[in-house]
């Protein structure tokens, strides 16, 4: 199968959280290769009912990493909390597996950005920073948490996990402004 590969400078902080294996599939001579979405060949680009389809499904994820970020930040604002590492915190790992089945679909809606309606694009260029920052965000609880097991309720730990909440909401804000305009 012939791999569509295309320039996304924006989309690549969107590949941090994704695993070595996965991030170097994704990348071919510094350009990322559209990953199978929902087992649409790698060659298919987004139709725009297919493209309402996918951002569906990351409004569906975001309400996902939306609950398991308000119930993260609830733990670390804990000040009774001493340690909690990774593996204890289904949390992150939920957070991470939601972010990058996010990630994956937006990486399809952008090699697909000739194909969509203006206000699919528009909603692609609002989701992209919030979901950078997200991924920013959780990248730093997840660090924070390797380097700090027992200073979790720490103010910087508490203030990646708020921006991951907040950021996580307003990812499904703007797909319901589309959703609605549809």
Do not use: W
Request: overall charge positive; charged content about 20%; aromatic content about 4%.
């Amino acid at each position: 199968m012939k791999n569509q590969v295309f320039h996304v400078t924006n989309a690549l902080a969107v590949l941090v959280l994704l695993s070595a294996s996965e991030a170097a599939s994704a990348k071919v001579n510094n350009k990322l290769v559209v990953p199978a979405v929902n087992g649409v060949p790698e060659q298919t680009l987004l139709t725009q009912d297919t493209a309402k389809k996918a951002f569906q499904e990351i409004r569906e994820a975001a309400i996902g990493a939306a609950s398991d970020a308000a119930d993260l930040k609830a733990k670390v604002q804990n000040p009774y909390l001493t340690t909690l590492g990774t593996s204890e915190c289904p949390e992150l790992m939920h957070l991470k597996s939601a972010i990058n089945q996010m990630g994956r679909q937006v990486l399809a809606l952008e090699a697909s950005r000739a194909n969509l309606a203006p206000a699919q694009i528009e909603t692609l260029d609002r989701v992209l920073p919030l979901l950078q920052s997200v991924t920013a965000n959780l990248t730093g609880a997840i660090e924070y948490a390797k380097e700090h097991p027992t200073l979790l309720a720490k103010p910087e730990n508490q203030a990646y996990t708020a921006k991951v909440e907040r950021s996580t909401r307003q990812i499904i804000g703007a797909i319901d402004e589309y959703l609605k305009r549809r």
